[in-house]
């Protein structure tokens, strides 16, 4: 199942033994509101001072600024806004082995995210190792990638608890960060969980349906899972009048749109929010410092197919073959559209209305929610999709502060790097995203296709986009990069021929 590898970096310039970005305004990560303007220093890789150097409105004076060294690399950021490199919990590379990896990292790359969390590494562990220790040593144009192991992999099954801790510990010994889940027998997913705590790996779990009648966020985090992922096995966590969903009698799990329209109507049969039971599980995930990484964007089309399948970045963006992947199928992971309408669509936004008051109560209370797309699947593209996702966590109801802190210092949390990135503070990496417009008055800007604008001069523009995106002290030119992705695609087209619409009928 091997996509194809990354091609060696050409992109990107230094790191540089100083470099100085100049008059940003900053939005640290951390909750607090913005400040400027600052000059950030940058050695090697490492930040070394961020410095306030006068007053909105005012010239700055020079003798507050740092001196820059000879042949020290400088970027005027005035009017621009700095933040920390974004950080995507749930990011696979590639959901089919034909999508190339550098058509997936630029993508990542140009939307400001330098780190993601690989949860399965389905190209193969072997594979996803190669490419984290290559992005480590920036050989590739990539984000840091934190590998996390499909529960599994590489064996014929696993049937004792005791075959479930030897593939933990080689899992631990190849190089893994954690281990992904779906679920397992109760005997095997606990001594799974308990010796990868042991260990001290983190872990993810898509609490898959087939298991969820015992297997629920209570168990797992019991045991030791440290996330969760989607939302499967929080509302079963909550039924108060029933063990499990209320499936139709003609249900058919391997039948998708029997899957996920009926997925649509989970919340509604949990405990109603605020009630003993809510609170209970609430306050229970809070004490274990449990993470919430709800990837709201991956299942948006349920709620809104039109509007997933017609994103304007699809054009330019989807290779042809991510987008035959897309299109309706009986055998494509997450092409569900059978016969999906208006009463799917109903439901599904109902759904997201009691998830969204969850996740933004669980925010509220003190705990950590994280920023994942899960893209590739059901119209989601890549870079585009993750900061679909800062948009739905303000429909949640998180101030757009906390959706950035959700993007950058949650992320480096759960992942146990808040030492080295998250922030932008003296001592961590430098991974930055620096974009012209202010995000927090319209996410809009940062995505790669921009943000819609009407000039004075009654002139419509794009604007926005990150303009550079600095990864370990390297500073790339993000609409570079995306430029590149826009050049794959077109080559795609003209070889494949162009795909408009494939897998529906014309209209015409």
């Not at 600024?65 to 700095?82: C, F, H, L, T």
């Not at 889940?181 to 042991?198: C, H, T």
């Not at 949640?396 to 080295?420: C, Q, W, Y």
């Given at each position: 199942m091997a996509q194809t590898p990354a091609p060696d970096r050409t992109d990107g310039e230094g790191p540089y033994t100083q470099l100085i970005i100049r008059g940003a305004t900053?939005?640290?990560?951390?909750?607090?509101?913005?400040?400027g303007p600052v000059d950030i220093v940058v050695e090697d890789n490492k930040i070394t001072k961020v410095q306030v150097v006068g007053s909105p409105g005012v010239d700055i004076s020079e003798s507050r600024?740092?001196?820059?060294?000879?042949?020290?690399?400088?970027?005027?950021?005035?009017?621009?806004?700095?933040?920390?490199?974004?950080i995507d919990m749930h990011g696979h590379i590639g959901s089919i082995r034909e999508i190339p990896a550098e058509y997936v990292f630029k993508l990542w790359m140009g939307h400001g995210i330098t780190t993601i969390r690989e949860p399965g590494s389905f190209r193969g562990r072997e594979w996803t190792l190669e490419h984290k220790k290559r992005s480590g040593k920036n050989e590739i144009t990539a984000p840091r990638i934190v590998s996390y192991t499909g529960f599994g992999m590489g064996t014929d099954g696993i049937d004792t608890p005791e075959e479930a801790v030897k593939?933990?510990?080689?899992?631990?010994?190849?190089?893994?960060?954690?281990?992904?889940?779906?679920?397992?027998?109760?005997?095997?997913?606990?001594?799974?969980?308990?010796?990868?705590?042991?260990?001290?790996?983190?872990?993810?779990?898509?609490?898959?349906?087939?298991?969820?009648?015992?297997?629920?966020?209570?168990?797992?985090?019991e045991w030791g899972l440290t996330s969760m992922e989607h939302w499967y096995g929080l509302p079963e966590a909550m039924f108060a009048d029933r063990i499990v969903q209320h499936y139709p009698v003609d249900y058919n799990y391997q039948n998708e749109q029997h899957r996920f329209e009926e997925a649509g109507k989970l919340w509604e049969q949990a405990a109603e929010p605020g009630s003993d039971k809510w609170n209970e599980v609430m306050e229970t995930l809070l004490s274990r410092d449990f993470t919430l990484d709800p990837t709201f964007n991956i299942y948006e089309a349920n709620r809104d197919l039109m509007r997933a399948r017609r994103a304007e970045w699809h054009e330019d963006f989807t290779l042809p073959v991510q987008w035959e992947f897309y299109a309706p199928s009986k055998v494509s992971h997450g092409s569900y559209w059978h016969s999906w309408g208006t009463e799917q669509e109903v439901t599904w936004k109902n759904n997201y209305k009691i998830w969204m008051q969850f996740v933004n109560e669980y925010k509220n209370r003190g705990g950590r929610v994280t920023t994942g797309s899960d893209s590739g699947y059901i119209y989601q593209l890549y870079g585009f999709a993750y900061i679909r996702e800062l948009e739905l966590?303000?429909?949640?109801?998180?101030?757009?502060?906390?959706?950035?802190?959700?993007?950058?210092?949650?992320?480096?949390?759960?992942?146990?790097?808040?030492?080295?990135?998250?922030t932008i503070e003296v001592g961590k990496m430098a991974d930055l995203v620096i974009v012209e417009e202010n995000p927090l008055a319209d996410l809009k800007v940062l995505y790669g296709t921009g943000a819609i604008r009407l000039t004075e001069d009654n002139e419509i523009i794009r604007a926005g986009g990150v303009k550079y995106t600095i990864k370990d002290g390297i500073v790339f030119d993000a609409k570079e990069l995306l430029k590149d992705v826009r050049e794959m695609v077109k080559k795609a087209k003209e070889e494949e021929g162009e795909i408009v619409q494939p897998g529906y009928p014309n209209w015409d």
């Open positions: 900053l939005i640290n990560g951390n909750g607090a509101p913005p400040m600024r740092p001196k820059a060294n000879a042949g020290a690399k400088e970027i005027d950021a005035s009017g621009m806004y700095v933040l920390p490199g974004f593939w933990v510990k080689d899992n631990a010994e190849a190089g893994s960060d954690g281990i992904k889940f779906f679920g397992a027998r109760p005997d095997i997913m606990k001594a799974a969980l308990e010796e990868n705590k042991r260990l001290g790996l983190g872990s993810a779990c898509h609490h898959a349906q087939t298991n969820v009648a015992w297997l629920n966020v209570l168990n797992s985090s966590l303000r429909e949640a109801g998180f101030h757009p502060l906390e959706v950035i802190r959700s993007a950058t210092l949650m992320g480096a949390e759960a992942l146990g790097m808040e030492d080295k990135i998250g």
